[in-house]
């Protein structure tokens, strides 16, 4: 069975340091999703994109961190300079257009 | 704006219980709602809500929807230690395309 691919799986950081996600969707999934999960919160939407376009990005916190999915195929993201606050675990997600959305196993991200 | 509250936050119960996880939504123009378990890792789908009053069952979990009143449950019966997880319950919008709106969870604990 297909599944999303996420890694690294865990990460821990310095704050001010510079940290990268990356994502491989489910093939042929054209809506790609990064969440971020805070502990003890439900997962909220980072960044939608459908294809290689940005869909959505309002809850991107865009002074630090970017995202991009250049094929239109995976996906990364990142964080510069990463701060306390952004410990948490980052969630993807792909589904077909419209349909029911498939998560990734996480990276655990911890920043000291 | 739009908001999914969860309760309880957390319950402990034994196994052979049965249980109630109730998830109600503030949501303009929505479009379905959806209920995900999550162990230690990602969110796995398990049912998707469009209608209200139709029942969606899998072996021992089944929910509904009320569309009027703007809730759900999931009930799970004669629960089971591996039935321990954080469930989560999301909506989504036709405003929104294909953005999740999750609450915040509810921990279930089933002890031996």
């Known amino acids: 069975e297909a599944e999303v691919a996420q890694s690294p799986r865990y990460k821990i950081t310095e704050k001010s340091q510079a940290v990268a996600f990356w994502c491989d969707p489910i093939s042929g999934h054209a809506t790609l999703y990064w969440y971020r999960q805070i502990l003890g919160q439900g997962p909220e939407l980072l960044v939608q994109f459908q294809d290689e376009s940005v869909v959505d990005d309002s809850q991107l916190p865009k002074d630090r961190f970017s995202a991009e999915r250049l094929k239109g195929v995976d996906s990364t993201l990142k964080i510069q300079p990463a701060e306390l606050g952004d410990s948490a675990m980052y969630l993807c997600?792909?589904?077909?257009?419209?349909?029911?959305?498939?998560f990734g196993p996480g990276t655990r991200l911890t920043v000291l | 704006e739009d908001k999914v509250v969860q309760s309880p936050l957390s319950l402990v119960v034994h196994e052979g219980d049965t249980v109630t996880l109730n998830c109600s939504y503030e949501?303009?123009?929505?479009?379905?709602l959806l209920w995900y378990k999550q162990e230690k890792k990602a969110p796995t789908f398990l049912f998707m809500l469009?209608?209200?009053?139709i029942e969606k069952k899998s072996g021992r979990l089944s929910s509904i929807l009320d569309k009027k009143e703007l809730f759900s449950i999931l009930n799970i019966t004669a629960t089971q230690t591996g039935d321990s997880a954080i469930y989560l319950c999301a909506v989504e919008a036709t405003s929104n395309t294909g953005k999740l709106i999750f609450g915040q969870g509810t921990t279930l604990q089933v002890k031996p």
């Open positions: 469009t209608s209200s009053g």
């Open positions: 997600a792909s589904s077909p257009q419209g349909r029911t959305q498939y």
């Open positions: 949501v303009t123009n929505f479009r379905s």
